[in-house]
């Protein structure tokens, strides 16, 4: 069956620009996750949804990320006024509850 | 505060010789513990989970995790390496203030060059 699928796998913004990034869990799933991964380090928790409830966005950097799941299936990150610093790949993941997560292939975002 | 550490940025290993990427981790109760796989280009892959029980887990493509609670690892094994191993590996504790769902705490990565 089909896995976690992002879109783009690639974007590249002038800063300042609003970028949104799609996923598309797994059928399903209830949970989904979005995390950052910087060049070079290990991936860092954004924000989780159950259904179409976000429950925590407590890793969320600023007010300019913002992420939703209207219909509890696809969700969008927007970041609004990209910067530099936003550079990262972002990754999103699903899971039936409390079982292991899979991973889509992530969107690899450069700010210039 | 609750972490992960992994104290190899790569480890080295002959094609068919045992292979260990170490993994240490700080929680103050009872850590849920997960090993995943990132190939170039592709999302993390999980390769298996600890969460109570036998300390030794095994998952897949033959890897096995040793917990010792002791010592407060996660070391991540494979009795014979394959060129195909090579990878970068993240060792993961869930964090115990989630309320229940997995929300990840990532170590840094540890690459892995398996050399035929």
């Known amino acids: 069956g089909a896995g976690v699928s992002q879109s783009p796998r690639y974007k590249v913004a002038k800063r300042g620009q609003d970028v949104a990034l799609r996923c598309d869990p797994i059928?399903?799933?209830?949970?989904l996750f979005w995390y950052q991964q910087a060049l070079g380090q290990g991936p860092e928790f954004l924000t989780y949804?159950?259904?179409?409830?976000?429950?925590?966005k407590s890793g969320l950097p600023s007010d300019r990320f913002f992420a939703e799941r209207p219909e509890g299936s696809v969700s969008t990150l927007k970041i609004q006024r990209t910067q530099q610093e936003d550079s990262a790949v972002y990754l999103c993941a699903s899971s039936l509850r409390t079982n292991e997560q899979f991973f889509g292939p992530g969107t690899r975002l450069t700010v210039l | 505060a609750q972490s992960v550490a992994q104290p190899e940025d790569q480890v080295n290993v002959a094609e068919g010789n045992p292979l260990t990427v170490k993994c240490t981790y700080s929680?103050?109760?009872?850590?849920?513990l997960f090993w995943y796989v990132q190939y170039p280009n592709r999302g993390l892959q999980f390769l298996l989970k600890y969460i109570t029980g036998d300390n030794l887990v095994k998952g897949s493509y033959g890897f096995e995790a040793e917990f010792n609670k002791s010592q407060t690892s996660f070391h991540l094994k494979k009795p014979s390496a394959l060129v195909s191993d090579s990878a970068l590996y993240f060792c993961?504790?869930?964090?115990?203030?989630?309320?229940?769902?997995?929300?990840?705490?990532f170590g840094a990565g540890t690459r892995l060059a398996v050399h035929p």
């Open positions: 059928s399903g799933h209830v949970s």
């Open positions: 949804f159950q259904n179409e409830a976000q429950l925590d």
């Open positions: 929680v103050s109760g009872n850590p849920y």
């Open positions: 993961a504790v869930r964090d115990e203030f989630s309320g229940g769902y997995n929300k990840l705490i």
